[in-house]
Every structure is written in structure tokens, then in C-alpha cells.
């Protein structure tokens, strides 16, 4: 069964910095498009940081200058790099991705969610 493992969260000070990591299971697979999303607690999933499978990236405007995605082709995972992190940055954090094996691709596959917390 195919799916994306999620790790890096944790509980961090404001200012702090956390970085999180998705990598498909079995790590056969290999990662196109990705994105990183959030849902905090009463409200929507929103995406926090986008990556095509060209390298393209896109973030949304309350994490620009301070999250980073990138991509780890060695050990075939994504990175979300956060820095400067604020209490409104405190939710779980998810990421989905479209992947691929060989030439057969599967879309839009969800991480079970890490939590993210920001203590003021």
C-alpha cells in the first residue's frame, strides 16, 4: 500500500525554526508535484507551500520569506524548511503529493499530518 510518511514536528518557541520531511512508503515511488498544507483547529486545510515536478514553487503570503520547500533527491523525500516560526503558524501540518513508479503515476496522495506547535 502506497502512502506519504510525515515527520519534523514538534513543539517549538516563537522565533524558532522546525523542519519537516515527506517521503513515500515503499520509497519505490518517487515524488512528483507536492504541497504542504495546514489545517489549525476551526478552520479550513489551507496549502502552505507548492512544488511541480519542474521545480516551480509558490507559497502562500503569510509564509513567504519564512518557509521553504525543497526537495532531498538522494534520500527522495520534501523538505519544508520553517523559520521565524508564530503562534499562528500551531497546526497539523500535511503533505500531498502526486507520485510515480516507473512510468505509472498516482495522484494526489495524503500524509497522515504532523503537529505543529508554537508556544508564545
Known amino acids: 500500500q502506497v502512502q506519504l510518511v510525515e515527520s519534523g514536528g514538534g513543539l517549538v518557541q516563537v522565533g524558532g525554526s522546525l523542519r519537516l520531511s515527506c517521503a513515500p512508503s515503499?520509497?519505490?515511488?518517487?515524488?512528483?508535484?507536492v504541497g504542504w498544507y495546514r489545517q489549525a483547529p476551526g478552520k479550513q486545510r489551507e496549502m502552505v507551500a507548492g512544488m511541480a515536478s519542474g521545480g516551480t514553487t509558490n507559497y502562500a503570503d503569510s509564509v513567504k520569506g519564512r518557509f521553504t520547500i525543497s526537495r532531498d533527491n538522494a534520500e527522495n523525500k520534501v523538505l519544508l524548511q520553517m523559520d521565524s516560526l508564530r503562534p499562528e503558524d500551531t497546526a497539523v501540518y500535511y503533505c500531498?503529493?502526486?507520485?510515480?513508479?516507473?512510468?505509472?503515476?498516482?495522484?494526489?496522495?495524503w500524509g497522515q499530518g504532523t503537529q505543529v506547535t508554537v508556544s508564545s
Open positions: 515503499p520509497t519505490i515511488f518517487s515524488i512528483n508535484a
Open positions: 500531498n503529493a502526486d507520485l510515480q513508479r516507473g512510468n505509472v503515476r498516482y495522484y494526489s496522495y
